[in-house]
């Protein structure tokens, strides 16, 4: 996956305009193909155009509820298709002779019923006839849809190339059958008809059946003829008037008259000039999102694989509206929008955030066919999303933007459709069904963010959180081998966490910096004065190798972090936490100690870089202040704030903060920040000289022989 990344990355600025031109193609063929209607309108508002007349005879549509409504009430009235099997009776009949041959071969051996014994022909006959008038009769035998109609249901009877209606009471059933069996045998003819009840009651069962397949073709032909038109517009004839609001008949007539001019224009129209359209918008408004990219999201921009990541959202979603909106039984409400602003948040910042959601809304707009209320509602939760400041490390807090969005889904839709409709009781309520899907679907961001993050090389907060954990193997292993550097690095956490809040930045990223930022001291603790406590091994070696071995803990560091696959945000604090500053109190010894000696200063400075970001800013900060406050003996609040303000004044004279993007006016509210919290401080360390203190060079890693 880091080849990957690292692959792409060096790819030159071409190959990023031809992955945004490829972009813009693939949304602009996800466009319709037909022309768009010129007008807007809505029920209850007035027509804001000109006077309106028909430029062509067209018929005026019903609307689709009303055609829905005859619709139901032609199935609620519709009468099922049986159909009478007359094939039954000659295999009823076959049966009847094949058990009755039987059974008459069984009361000869037992010398019963005499009469049958000299008689068969006539019981078999009379069998015969009674089935053969049942069967030709019906015995019914309602589908389970049909159940619990009562007698005066009706039903077609399909006998042969005959259709009857009739009603389900005057249709014998499977047990009337068999009690008219039990009520005929008594009075016919027959000496011992008793003889023929057991075989006959066995033969009887339903031969007419529901046809399924002949009735749902006949309800479709008759659902076909539910006209879908009434009335006509003739051309000339007036629509509607300027100002006049949009009644429910002049909407059916605008919303046909838009039909039909969608249709015409589409047959006479060319589908390059439509595609033409729909590029230079879709071009316009990507170009326009790449410019502020390139303004104001600088990294993002010249990053390969950042750009891919939010180029990705704007193809995602298209493709997302375009493919919902095919579907006839779903609506384009169900898709979370609102996962976009939550993930771009969690990686970088709300006004990307804000930026992306909006083009997205606004590609999304012209495939979907839900009209400016779709846009309206995804800007608006938009903005919601952002206001609610959604953490996905909390699930409580998770959970509680989730319901606020479905909340302000709700209740802009309802205005939306109260400012059409006129009427609650006509609000489409299955849309606000649609909405409570598109909220649940948000909490979809929560394993996003990590799959995003792995796949992209970013790092999200609730990877901040977890490496926060002080088990984590780094974290324990410099609490064991150097304590003195973890009570360092948790004083410096909090410094740095409380600046950051207070100018905005991120407080948790520079928290979780702070802890690992001095890792590489535990490979040799010792060398450092926080984690001492007699013998001094600096006395053993010279001010060069000494001034290596402090040194070193920022490049011993950053392979540690990369062995245990640190976020590569967390190894930049590591790198930039000295940024290109000397090891001073070595540095000034060797030049003591080497008068004639031409120096080389670049054998005493760490490697840098200088930091950047305002949190690597804070970082560096932070770390010089809380290393040389300890310092002073008998601190008072005039030496501490004095010191302070030595140590920034120090940085910013050395070029330190040259490339960092942190303003003076956020500087002095980090140092009010220090300066506060660093009242407490009572920690003794070896005082620094005056000289290194006025250059503003209080630093852990400075060691006194």
Known sequence: MSAWRTTIEGLPTLVKYLLVAGVVAFITFLFPNNAKFKYEFDKGQPWRYEDLRAPFDFAIRKPADEVEAEKKVLRENFTPFYELNLEVIKEKKRSLAGEFDHQLELVREEGQFEDVVRKPDAYLQFGKRFLDNLFQRGILKLAPEHEGKGDDFVINVVRGNTTQPQTVGNLLRAEEAKELLSDSLPSSPLAEPEFLYPILEGLISPNLTYNDTLSRKILEEELSKVPAYRGRVSKGQLIVTKGAYITDDIYQKLASFRAQYEEEITQKQSYWGVFVGYLLLSTLIIGVFLLYLRLYARPVFSSFNKLIFILLWLVAYSYFVYAVEQVDALSTYMIPFCILPIVIKNFYNERLALFTHLVVVLLASFLSSLGYEFAFLQILVGFVVLLSDVETREWSRFFYSIFFIFLVYGIGYLGLSLIVEGDIMEVDWTEVGWLALSAFLTLLAYPLIPLLERFFGFTSSITLVELSDMNRPLLRELSLKAPGTMQHSLQVANLSEEAARKIGANPLLVKVAALYHDIGKTLKPEYFIENQSGRNPHDELSDLESARVIISHVTEGMKMAK??????????????????????????????????????????????????????????????????????????????????????????????????????????????????????????RIAYPEERAEKGQGTGEAQEK
């Open 563 to 684: 062995k245990a696959r640190l976020p590569g945000i967390l190894s930049d604090f590591i790198r930039t936490h000295h940024g290109t500053t000397r090891a001073e109190y070595f540095y000034r010894n060797y030049v003591k100690e080497h008068p004639d000696e031409e120096v080389d200063e670049n054998d005493f400075r760490y490697p840098g870089p200088k930091p950047r970001s305002k949190e690597e800013t804070i970082l560096m900060m932070a770390d010089s202040i809380e290393a040389a406050c300890k310092s002073i003996k008998d601190p008072t609040e005039e030496s501490l704030f004095a010191l302070i303000d030595k140590i920034i004044a120090g940085k910013i004279t050395m070029g330190q903060l040259e490339n960092s993007n942190m303003t003076f006016e956020e500087l002095e509210q980090c140092k009010a920040v220090f300066k506060q919290m660093m009242k407490s401080v009572h920690h003794v």
